[in-house]
């Protein structure tokens, strides 16, 4: 009996901290996607505003990814930081790179 509530408690705790690394790990991604967000509104470089925003797409794909939907992450990188990306950089190349 005591073993097993020794083993109970040693689970526990591994869950514990298990859930306190997680909730790290989403503080972390959520606070670089706001200074990305910030970032692209405030940069003149239209290219570089892709790159950042790219960046953003792939931290929301992990986000998904993380909240065990991985069908969505999938979708996000895919389509967020792949197409829109390509059809970013095409119309840039198109037009003048720096905003006015």
């Not at 408690?9 to 306190?20: D, G, W």
């Given at each position: 009996?005591?073993?097993?509530?020794?083993?109970?408690?040693?689970?526990?705790?591994?869950?514990?901290?298990?859930?306190?690394?997680?909730?790290?790990?989403?503080?972390?991604?959520?606070?670089?996607?706001?200074?990305?967000?910030?970032?692209?509104?405030?940069t003149k470089d239209l290219l570089s505003a892709v790159v950042i925003f790219s960046a953003f797409t792939l931290m929301m794909s992990l986000l998904w990814l993380i909240l065990h939907t991985p069908d969505v992450a999938l979708t996000e990188a895919a389509i967020g930081a792949g197409i829109t990306c390509i059809f970013f950089i095409a119309v840039i190349s198109r037009t003048e790179r720096y905003e006015k």
């Open positions: 009996m005591r073993l097993r509530k020794a083993n109970t408690s040693i689970i526990t705790m591994i869950q514990k901290r298990q859930v306190s690394e997680l909730v790290f790990i989403n503080v972390v991604i959520i606070v670089f996607m706001i200074l990305c967000a910030i970032a692209v509104e405030k």
